[in-house]
């Protein structure tokens, strides 16, 4: 069997794991495999395809990996608008009871608001910042 096919076969091997397992560095090894796959079509000796695929495949993997942290965190799914639409939709507060919550009115039903930790709980217009089960908490708008 030719270099290049056993290369090929673990790069296709590299990709239908990714796929099983989701891990995204699978496929930057993938690329490093692929690549010494092309190194052998070129007629490389074998160390040399080895270190074509470390080097490819070792720097995409350490490429994605600064990538992925220059990237902001996403928020947790109670405070994320991409999965609660409710997320930065206002309400208004009319009083705050003695216990630290309200009930608003907010889609036609009554809910149980508390307000955002560090905020002061204060009467009127307020921005939904995240839904803890059947609670929504606030954030009091800043008025001009």
């Not at 902001?72 to 507060?93: K, S, W, Y």
Request: hydrophobic share 50%; proline share 6%.
């Amino acid at each position: 069997m030719a270099d290049s096919t056993l290369w090929w076969l673990l790069a296709g091997a590299a990709v239908a794991v990714e796929l099983l397992t989701g891990t995204f560095y699978l496929l930057m090894l993938a690329i490093g495999l692929a690549a010494a796959a092309l190194a052998a079509h070129l007629g490389l000796s074998q160390p040399a395809q080895l270190v074509v695929a470390a080097v490819i495949g070792g720097g995409a993997v350490v490429g994605w990996h600064f990538i992925r942290l220059r990237r902001p965190r996403e928020e947790p799914a109670q405070a994320n608008r991409d999965v609660n639409l409710d997320i930065g939709e206002t309400v208004h507060v009319t009083r705050w009871h003695p216990d630290g919550t309200a009930s608003v009115k907010y889609r036609g039903a009554q809910w149980t608001a508390v307000p955002l930790a560090g905020s002061i709980p204060v009467a009127g217009p307020h921005r939904i910042r995240e839904v803890v089960g059947s609670r929504l908490v606030l954030e009091p708008l800043q008025e001009a």
